[in-house]
């Protein structure tokens, strides 16, 4: 089966940087995933990890540890429209998600 | 990026009756396509995962009689909710990935449809 965790809730300062943490025990790999959702919206694709390393996006970056069943989202300068909840997923051949972190931007 | 269309975007249905939502890739072929369920405040659920041609494939716990899903082209996926009750009113999203089906591609999502059972 697969398990993956990432923290609840996260809060923190415009400008600021904020690290969403993410560990998975899956039975395979094939590739990480961070989407963005905002509430009753569909979500949004963030950025893709398949390769140990750090993979970065503008002000977003991504890093995986496959060794470690570890990656995390750094988000920086943050804004206030980036105030979502951020989903971690496992690619197996299908997508399964973990139960997504809530970032609060204030002001 | 790919457009994946979903629709309804909203549907209310008395308990009871069935609801289909239909899931289209519009500028590629899906060869996959997932559909999950989404409670409030909580993460998205794979239900199960069609490939073009073939029976789809459910999760643990989820009733393939009561959710029947449909693959028949590289297009569209349709997702029938079969005598629907208030506990299945949920947000519902479907996901497409094309080219081969191979897993590192992105998967597309569509809008979601939120049911509601009355």
């Known amino acids: 089966g697969q398990n993956i965790d990432q923290p609840t809730e996260m809060t923190a300062t415009e400008g600021a940087i904020v690290q969403i943490n993410c560990t998975y025990q899956t039975s395979g790999f094939n590739g990480l995933f961070w989407y963005q959702q905002h509430a009753g919206e569909a979500p949004t694709f963030l950025s893709y990890n398949v390769l140990d390393g750090l993979e970065e996006k503008g002000r977003f970056s991504s890093f995986l540890s496959r060794s470690k069943g570890y990656s995390y989202l750094l988000l920086k300068e943050l804004q206030m429209k980036d105030s979502a909840s951020y989903l971690c997923a496992v690619d197996d051949y299908k997508l399964s998600f973990g139960a997504g972190t809530t970032v609060t931007v204030r002001a | 990026g790919a457009v994946v269309s979903q629709h309804p975007s909203r549907v209310i249905c008395k308990s009871g009756t069935s609801v289909k939502i239909e899931c289209r890739s519009l500028?590629?072929?899906?060869?996959?396509m997932f559909w999950y369920r989404q409670f409030p405040k909580q993460s998205l659920m794979l239900m199960a995962t069609?490939?073009?041609?073939?029976?789809?494939?459910?999760e643990q716990g989820v009733e393939k009689d009561k959710f029947l899903i449909n693959h028949a082209s590289l297009t569209l996926s349709t997702l029938t909710v079969t005598s629907a009750h208030p506990e299945d009113s949920s947000f519902y999203i479907c996901?497409?990935?094309?080219?081969?089906?191979?897993?590192?591609?992105?998967?597309?999502f569509g809008q979601g449809t939120r049911l509601t059972v009355v």
């Open positions: 069609s490939n073009e041609g073939s029976k789809a494939t459910y």
């Open positions: 500028d590629f072929q899906a060869t996959t």
């Open positions: 996901s497409a990935r094309g080219g081969t089906g191979a897993s590192n591609t992105e998967a597309f």
